[in-house]
């Protein structure tokens, strides 16, 4: 194994001198790892997301990850992934579109079974027509897993994710899994300045004995409900504890708020809120705002910008005040379905204000002058 | 006032398109100026329709994905054109004023009254030369196409200092860093056959792109 010095998560992320690298997304997935003192890395290619743990299997070899080995599919990789975190030992994994899909029945078996796995989401279009571009639809399928979701704009963001995800997932309060979310193409393969902690640092390891349920276990509750489920009981207790324990998780979830307002500096941005128009994404679709906003500011329209940085929990306080104050709120998203509308028609009081476009899917590219576009429509209204 | 240049470059699989963009916005990245670089392209295989984006910047650039309004296009092959292997519809769809065209050509690009219309009225420059030609005369394979027309483009723009493109490409091909994908390492392992020393390489692809400088012919649109 390569010598690296343990540091804690603050010094690591806070206080360690950078370095700006110009680099790729999934190389910035490589330095992250380098750095997460990750015991166990599985992988299964699939673009956009291949790259990525390639680069992890390269420092496998170089050796800054015990394990590492190809799984036969996502599925298995996904369940291999489980296997390794119910023994106790930190592990990563990466997928993306299909892969996601096809490994899918995995993503509530983390969450329930309290596994702090920490899964990169390289988002592209889900099949039929088969697509390799960008796309973030299989994020809508994921809001209720009872994952944490972290969505990424850059590769800056993608390498801070990742990192921190490991810290957040194995709070003993929190103790799920985290999937860091970054659209394929216009991340993973977008190349960039990245600034890099030292590789010689790592985060300390995980410390099983923390967890608020025991590594696995056949003769000690609850994993004991592996051999021995509450199904099998079938009486009042056994779905009470069933209720119960997904509740847990939602809260559990919920107590992640704190950290990622500690580590991550909140689980959104904003700036010039007081706008009468508002946009709100995540993403990708952050950065076409940006360069939109730039626009309409040379028309002398003035727009607010809403970055979700995490989707689970949703910041679904913050939204409601922030959009009571708007007179438009504009939802650019990089999917067909519009699930981060939904979202946000949840949290505020007036839906009538929430405009659910621009959409852009299948793999092109979003023009930034399509987000102007619904800006102008707001302001002449 | 954003002085953002927007370079759309499309060829076919196997061309060098994605290498090209990324010495490209290395060596602007180590001019000091701000760039982003990324690739777009379908399933990965020779001959198939590639493109790359490259933006440069004095100043922090947000926007992602194709290059939808670019200020150059560089052709890497003639069948973009006449075959439509590109991501936009005619090959030059939003081209800015004062755009420029950069072809790997050895006839003057074919193109219909109507195009030469609209790239009259953008007042477009149009730029042909044949850069295959090139590679092969200067660098002794076809491979290093790619250089001549980033030379080309220098001659037409000079967007980077050839010291930074010097160190750009030695880092491409020098180092042990760069990680290609299974068919880019197979065309990085052909081209690097072709020469003894690294060092000859980056000083053959460096004189490919000095030659291909001065032999872009201008087309009066």
């Known amino acids: 194994m390569i010598e690296q010095k343990v540091v804690t998560p603050e010094q690591l992320f806070f206080e360690a001198e950078r370095e700006e690298q110009f680099i790729t997304g999934s190389e910035a997935i490589r330095e992250a790892i380098k750095s997460a003192n990750v015991d166990m890395a599985i992988s299964y290619p699939i673009t956009p997301q291949s790259e990525s743990m390639h680069l992890v299997g390269d420092i496998f070899a170089e050796g800054y990850i015990k394990e590492y080995f190809r799984g036969e599919n996502e599925f298995a990789v996904m369940s291999s992934v489980a296997g390794a975190a119910m023994a106790g030992v930190r592990v990563f994994t990466a997928t993306g579109g299909p892969g996601t899909l096809r490994a899918f029945e995995m993503f509530p078996t983390w969450s329930g079974s309290r596994l702090p796995i920490v899964c990169a989401f390289m988002t592209r279009g889900i099949n039929s027509p088969l697509t390799i571009q960008p796309d973030t639809l299989e994020m809508a399928y994921m809001l209720d897993t009872g994952m944490l979701m972290l969505h990424a704009e850059n590769g800056q963001d993608l390498y801070d994710m990742v990192l921190k995800a490991f810290v957040i997932a194995e709070k003993p309060d929190v103790h799920v899994p985290v999937g860091v979310f970054a659209d394929g193409f216009f991340v993973t393969h977008t190349r960039d300045k990245v600034n890099i902690a030292p590789a010689d640092m790592k985060l300390p390891s995980y410390n099983p004995n923390c967890a608020p349920v025991p590594a696995m276990d056949m003769e000690t509750v609850p994993f004991r409900q592996m051999r021995d489920p509450f199904v099998m009981k079938s009486n009042f207790i056994s779905y ?56 309409a500011k040379s028309e002398g329209l003035s727009v607010g910008l809403v970055k979700i940085k995490s989707l689970r929990p949703f910041p679904t306080e913050q939204i409601r005040r922030l959009a009571a104050k708007a ?36 793999g092109m590219t979003m023009p930034p002058q399509l987000i102007v576009d619904e800006i102008r429509r707001c302001a002449n209204e | 006032m954003s002085k953002k240049t927007s370079i759309r470059m499309s060829g076919l699989g196997g061309q060098g398109v994605v290498t090209a963009a990324h010495i490209l916005g290395n060596a602007a990245f180590k001019d000091g100026l701000v ?78 009254d109507d195009d030469l219309a609209k790239l009259a009225r953008l007042n477009a420059k149009l730029y042909y030369f044949s850069a295959t030609q090139v590679a092969l005369d200067v660098g002794g394979t076809e491979l290093a196409s790619n250089m001549a027309m980033l030379g080309a483009l220098l001659g037409v723009k000079p967007l ?51 030659a291909a400088g001065s032999a872009v012919k201008e087309f009066v649109i």
């Open chain 2, 160 to 210: 980077v200092s050839s010291k930074s493109m010097k160190e750009a490409l030695m880092e491409r091909f020098g180092g042990g860093r760069f990680v290609a994908s299974g068919t880019t390492a197979a065309l990085d392992d052909e081209l690097k056959g072709k020469y003894e020393k690294i060092s000859e390489l980056i000083e053959q692809n460096m004189e490919v792109m000095e």
């Open chain 1, 240 to 295: 009470a504890a069933h209720a119960s324990w997904q509740q847990e998780i939602l809260a559990a979830a919920e107590r992640a708020r704190k950290y990622i307002d500690s580590l991550l500096g909140g689980l959104i941005e904003v700036e010039n809120e007081d706008a009468d128009i508002l946009i709100i994404a995540s993403g990708t679709a952050v950065s076409q705002s940006r360069e939109a906003i730039q626009q």
């Open chain 2, 35 to 112: 760039s982003t670089v990324n690739p777009f392209f379908g399933a990965e295989k020779r001959l198939a329709p590639a493109e790359s984006y490259v933006r440069i910047d004095t100043q922090s650039i947000y926007e992602r994905g194709e290059v939808l309004f670019p200020n150059v296009i560089m052709i890497f092959h003639p069948h973009v054109i006449t075959m439509g292997k590109c991501y936009t519809m005619p090959f030059f769809d939003g081209l800015q004023e004062n755009g420029i065209i950069i072809a790997n050509s050895e006839e003057v690009p074919q193109l219909g």
């Open chain 1, 327 to 362: 007179k438009a709120v504009i939802i650019p998203e990089f999917n067909r379905v519009g699930w981060l509308c939904r979202e946000v028609k949840t949290a505020v009081d007036d839906t009538t204000k929430v405009v659910g476009a621009p959409r852009v899917f299948g």
